[in-house]
């Protein structure tokens, strides 16, 4: 049996041009022989062939477009942010909201040992950024006596550890069944040099994450869109996981996105005005009509650095990775007469095995083209997509480094800052620094409060002391 389905895949690679990735065969044992030849058998090789010529053996180019504006930002007022508060807490009373968390990352990069979604963020507890949204969830579930179901994507490289992490902490007071993870798609990697497709091993198919916008490949193959129809979800609250100030669930959000005069309810974001303009974020613009985002590598640096009368960016909408999307919308993006969304070439440094001395190489430079879909490439698709501005200190403070900007440390004092603010509001004597920075830890827990309001009734104390931490 092996040997014919060995045959078989012999034959499709020799047909494209990639029989190399047969060269350890004879030294695997006949389970790492099964595992090689699954992995040839899924490759979309109609696709593989196309990618290589149209865009691996090209440097890819983003010619400035011919006309270019900044784009319509929805910035309500308090009363119009009552009127979407209330819009939205009726469509998530009708449970038509579900979760949706990018979290196929490792923690390597902050220095730690597993998923990045197990990463202590908090600043007093240290409580995982997973647990963070479960419990938004479960106070959301609560306030609004109905089930907000919550989809994870993995990746093959953290998908056990995920699972084992969630059981491990009972989901977090969760329901098992209202939660669904599966892994995020893969494509393979290859030599930047020759465009052949690359081993990472005798018999291990070098690969790499499809990126974040085969998330919605990921959400239909995996049945996840199904079973959100089935329970009458109509809209995604997708997000990042490396962010522990994320409203899972925002009601003016999404009353924004069910409001037919501000979107067409297909895609809707959220923005943070740029710091200055060597911000390396990419940021909303409108071009020919629609939203897109231009990546701050391809924005001109006369766009990037133009100002208004009032001093402020022109393109100063920065793209935080915060979306909602409808379900059909997605459907129809997934469906078999879709077009699919473009592949984008990047070239990176990865080691690889060289079958010729047997063992895995380092390389000096980069050597290996990666492909990668973007989950922006939607929003033009879109008839109108809504953009709401939100303040960086109350819904922004990624994880993403070791140190310095976006680090754990500077995670945990914006968390600070928040939460401090939201105390001092309330009358609380909160310790300031000479700069007026909260000098204390201070860590408000979503099932103790989601809002500031929802402190009113609280038991607070009559100050924090300098240097001190408190949780509530």
């Not at 925002?250 to 067409?264: A, I, Q, Y």
């Not at 133009?306 to 409808?326: K, M, P, T, V």
Request: with cysteine.
């Amino acid at each position: 049996m092996l040997s014919e389905r060995l045959a078989k895949i012999r034959e499709l690679l020799e047909a494209n041009g990639q029989a190399h990735l047969l060269s350890g065969w004879d030294h695997l044992q006949d389970e790492a022989r099964t595992l090689l030849l699954d992995q040839l058998q899924l490759l979309p090789w109609d696709t593989i062939g196309v990618v290589r010529d149209s865009i691996v053996h090209q440097v890819e180019s983003h010619p400035p477009p011919a006309a270019i504006d900044a784009p319509v930002i929805c910035d309500p007022s308090p009363d119009e942010s009552a009127e979407l508060f209330d819009r939205g807490a009726e469509m998530i009373r009708a449970g038509r909201l579900a979760a949706f968390t990018v979290a196929g990352g490792q923690g390597t990069r902050l220095g730690w040992n597993g998923p990045k979604g197990t990463y202590p963020a908090t600043p007093v507890s240290g409580k995982p950024l997973f647990a963070i949204f479960a419990e938004q969830l479960l106070a959301a579930q609560r306030r609004y006596g109905v089930v907000i179901p919550w989809y994870i994507m993995t990746s093959p490289l953290n998908d056990a550890a995920t699972r084992s992490f969630f059981l491990d902490n009972k989901c977090f007071g969760l329901h098992r069944s209202n939660i669904m993870m599966f892994p995020q798609g893969t494509m393979p990697s290859f030599d930047a040099r020759t465009g052949m497709l690359m081993l990472s091993g005798p018999g291990e198919l070098a690969e790499n994450p499809d990126g974040h916008g085969g998330a919605l490949a990921a959400m239909a193959r995996s049945g996840a869109l199904a079973d959100m129809e089935a329970r009458g979800v109509t809209a995604i609250s997708a997000f990042q996981v490396d962010n522990p100030l994320v409203r899972v669930v925002d009601e003016c959000f999404v009353g924004m996105h069910e409001t037919p005069e501000l979107s067409s309810g297909e895609v809707s974001s959220k923005m943070v005005d740029k710091i200055d303009p060597d911000e390396p974020v990419g940021v909303f613009c409108q071009i020919d009509g629609r939203t897109r985002i231009v990546e701050y590598s391809d924005l001109q640096r006369d766009l990037a650095e133009e100002r208004q009368s009032d001093g402020s960016l022109r393109f100063h909408a920065a793209n935080i990775a915060i979306h909602l999307y409808s379900v059909a919308f997605v459907q129809s993006l997934t469906s078999s007469d879709a077009e699919p969304l473009p592949w984008h070439r990047a070239l990176k440094k990865s080691p690889w095995w060289d079958a010729s001395s047997g063992s895995v190489l380092e390389p000096d430079e980069p050597n290996v083209v990666k492909l990668e879909r973007f989950i922006f490439d939607i929003l033009p698709r879109a008839r109108r997509s809504a953009i709401l501005r939100t303040r960086r200190a109350c819904e922004f403070a990624p994880i993403k480094n070791a140190s310095g900007a976006d680090s754990s440390a500077s995670s945990r004092r914006i968390q600070s800052e928040l939460y401090g603010g939201w105390l001092q509001d309330l009358g609380v004597s909160i310790p300031r620094d000479a700069e007026g920075h909260v000098s204390a830890s201070i860590e408000i827990a979503p099932l103790t409060a989601m809002r500031k309001d929802d402190l009113r009734a609280a038991d607070l104390p009559a100050h924090v002391e300098e240097g001190g931490s408190i949780l509530l």
